[in-house]
């Protein structure tokens, strides 16, 4: 059963408009919460890692937010350029340590067009 | 400069053929990881190897196998490939310590099998 639902499946805007990216999950415990960015044919970058029961972080043009009690992440991306053209992935983490098993969904694909 | 590398990049192998991937990194991280990534779903932990000599199956092991003599090298072993296993495969590594650690990717490895 997949614990860990990200929407839109595929997202397509045009350069300079803003983006919104949904994670729902229902892993327990849920420590951390991270996001990373896969351009095609490459690895998984961390753009951000959410801790807190009600968080925010914001890492230049991308911000994001975890509600604990809902369990449910934004990532939003602000003034959008070709180069976020990528798979955003959600993990979820139910242990702080190595020990824990990360959770992951299976991204939301958006496409920056010119 | 932090890093995972993969090595081969792309690889096609004949049903039945012995398969060897290979990962290192060197940020002297304890534990490393094998993943697969699969169309339509999150990655999917294969092996988790929590230092050298210390591996332990994630939630697909079954038709791969690992070793790890060294800190720095994590290698991926397919016995006999299938066609099932054809996918992308990603290494990664961490701390061990505490913490919600970031994971470093290496830029996968995509094996058909035929």
């Known amino acids: 059963k997949t614990q860990v639902e990200q929407s839109p499946q595929s997202l397509v805007v045009r350069q300079g408009e803003n983006c919104v990216l949904q994670c729902n999950y229902s892993v327990t415990p849920d420590n951390h919460l991270r996001w990373f960015k896969q351009d095609t044919g490459k690895g998984l970058v961390s753009l951000t890692v959410?801790?807190?029961?009600?968080d925010k972080t914001s890492n230049g043009r991308y911000s994001a937010t975890l509600d604990k009690d809902a369990k449910h992440s934004t990532l939003h991306i602000t003034a959008t350029l070709l180069d976020d053209t990528a798979t955003y992935i959600c993990?979820?983490?139910?242990?702080?340590?190595?020990?824990?098993?990360?959770?992951f969904g299976a991204g939301t694909q958006l496409i920056v067009i010119p | 400069d932090m890093k995972v590398t993969q090595m081969p990049r792309y690889l096609i192998k004949r049903m039945g053929e012995n398969v060897l991937l290979e990962c290192g990194q060197d940020m002297s991280h304890e534990t490393m990881y094998w993943y697969r990534q699969d169309p339509g779903l999150g990655l999917q932990l294969i092996y988790i190897s929590y230092d050298v000599d210390s591996n332990s199956e994630g939630d697909i092991p079954k038709g791969y196998r690992v070793s790890r003599k060294k800190r720095e090298h994590f290698s991926l072993i397919l016995d006999s490939a299938k066609t099932n296993q054809t996918s992308v495969y990603f290494c990664a590594s961490s701390l061990r310590r505490e913490g919600q650690n970031t994971l470093y990717f290496g830029a996968g490895t995509r094996l058909s099998v035929l």
């Open positions: 959410l801790v807190d029961q009600k």
């Open positions: 993990v979820v983490g139910d242990r702080g340590s190595a020990l824990g098993r990360l959770h």
